[in-house]
C-alpha cells in the first residue's frame, strides 16, 4: 500500500505557482477571504488559505462580518469585491450561519472571480469540459493527486461517495471528461442508494465524500482499489488530550491493509484544496489581467 502524499504535492504545487508569480511585474494576485462568524474549522481553514497566499508571494484579504449579518448585507458585501480591480479571486467559506442562503451567494460571486467554482457559468463550463472555467477546488485537488502519483482513470471505475455542490457532482463531471487522465466510467452513489457496498465494491478508484466518519469498511472496498478520502470528522478518542481526533470517511486501519493507494487524513486531500484556490486565484489574475 502506498500512501499518498497530499502534503508534498501540496508543497510542490506551491513552489511552481511561487516561481510564476514571481514572473509578474505589477501587482501580486490577491484573494479576498470572507468568513462569517467563528466556526473553529472554518477559522483553522481560512488561517491554512492566508498562509499558503503568503507562501506564494500573494496577498489576501481577510474579510470578517459578523454572523448576524442579513443575506441582503452580505450580498453587498460581494458585489463590493466583485467591483473591486484589486481583488482577483473572491472566496466566502462554507458553511454560512443558517438563515443565509449558500447558493444565493455563490451566486452572487462574478464568474470571473469565482475561485471556488460554485457559480452556475463556471458549472455550466465544467460540463462543457471549457478550459477557461474555474473547477471546484477539492475535485480539481483530487484530480490533481491522481494526476501526480500517476493514476490515469482512463477505462477504470470510478465511484463517488457523495453528491454535493462542493466535492461530489463536480468529481464525477471531472472523472468522465475527455482527456488523458480521465475518461473513467463513473457512478455517483450518496445516502439514499440501496446496497451501497454492492457498487463501492466495484470501485477501481473510490472518491468518498459522504461525510460520515469511517463509512467506508474494508468489506466495502475492491482489493488494489484506489482510495480518496475527503471526509474531515471529529470523533471522540480516550486516548487523546483533547478527547477527540480527526477522522475521515474511510476506515483507515483497515481499508489500507487492502488497497494499492490511500490518501491520508490529515495529509491527504485538504492540502491540495487549499493548493488548488491558489491556483484558481493565478488563472483568474491571469485571465481578468491579460497577463
Ligand atoms: N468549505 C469546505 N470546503 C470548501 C470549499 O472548497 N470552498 C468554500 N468556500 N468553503 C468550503
Known amino acids: 500500500m502506498e500512501l499518498i502524499d497530499g502534503n508534498k504535492i501540496a508543497s510542490d504545487i506551491a513552489a511552481e505557482l511561487k516561481a510564476e508569480v514571481a514572473t509578474f511585474?505589477?501587482?501580486?494576485?490577491?484573494i479576498a477571504l470572507v468568513r462569517v462568524g467563528d466556526d473553529a474549522a472554518s477559522i483553522s481553514y481560512v488561517k491554512k488559505k492566508e498562509n499558503m497566499a503568503a507562501e506564494i508571494g500573494m496577498t489576501s484579504r481577510l474579510v470578517l462580518p459578523p454572523v448576524?449579518?442579513?443575506?441582503?448585507?452580505?450580498?453587498?458585501?460581494?458585489?463590493?469585491?466583485?467591483?473591486?480591480?484589486?481583488?482577483?479571486?473572491?472566496?466566502?467559506?462554507?458553511?454560512?450561519?443558517?438563515?443565509?442562503?449558500?447558493?444565493?451567494?455563490f451566486r452572487r460571486i462574478a464568474a470571473h472571480k469565482?475561485?471556488?467554482?460554485?457559480h452556475p457559468?463556471?458549472?455550466?463550463?465544467?460540463?462543457?469540459?471549457?478550459?477557461?472555467?474555474?473547477?471546484?477546488c477539492t475535485p480539481a485537488g483530487i484530480m490533481e493527486l491522481l494526476r501526480r502519483t500517476g493514476v490515469s482513470l482512463?477505462?477504470?471505475?470510478?465511484?463517488v461517495l457523495g453528491r454535493s455542490l462542493i466535492v461530489g457532482k463536480p468529481a464525477a463531471l471531472l472523472a468522465v471528461q475527455r482527456n488523458q487522465w480521465?475518461?473513467?466510467?463513473?457512478?455517483?452513489?450518496h445516502s439514499q442508494t440501496p446496497d451501497l457496498a454492492s457498487f463501492t465494491r466495484q470501485a477501481d478508484v473510490l472518491i468518498a465524500a459522504i461525510g460520515k466518519a469511517e463509512f467506508v469498511t474494508a468489506d466495502m472496498v475492491k482489493p488494489g482499489a484506489v482510495i480518496i478520502d475527503v471526509g474531515v470528522s471529529r470523533v471522540p478518542d480516550a486516548t487523546k488530550k483533547t478527547g477527540t481526533r480527526l477522522t475521515g470517511d474511510v476506515h483507515f486501519p483497515t481499508v489500507s491493509?487492502?488497497?494499492?493507494?490511500?490518501?491520508?487524513?490529515?495529509g491527504g486531500v485538504g492540502p491540495m484544496t487549499v493548493a488548488m484556490l491558489m491556483k484558481n486565484t493565478v488563472?483568474?489574475?491571469?485571465?481578468?489581467?491579460?497577463?
Not at 466566502?92 to 438563515?99: C, R
Not at 491493509?257 to 490529515?266: E, G, L, Q, R
Open 25 to 30: 511585474t505589477g501587482r501580486r494576485p490577491c
Open 68 to 105: 448576524s449579518i442579513t443575506q441582503d448585507e452580505l450580498c453587498a458585501l460581494v458585489d463590493g469585491l466583485n467591483a473591486d480591480a484589486g481583488v482577483d479571486g473572491i472566496l466566502v467559506q462554507s458553511p454560512l450561519p443558517k438563515p443565509i442562503d449558500e447558493v444565493a451567494v
Open 114 to 118: 469565482d475561485v471556488d467554482g460554485f
Open 121 to 136: 457559468l463556471n458549472l455550466g463550463k465544467l460540463a462543457q469540459e471549457d478550459p477557461t472555467g474555474f473547477v471546484a
Open 154 to 159: 482512463a477505462g477504470k471505475h470510478v465511484v
Open 182 to 189: 480521465a475518461n473513467a466510467t463513473v457512478t455517483i452513489c
Open 257 to 266: 491493509k487492502i488497497c494499492s493507494k490511500i490518501t491520508p487524513m490529515p
Open 283 to 291: 488563472k483568474a489574475y491571469r485571465q481578468n489581467n491579460h497577463v
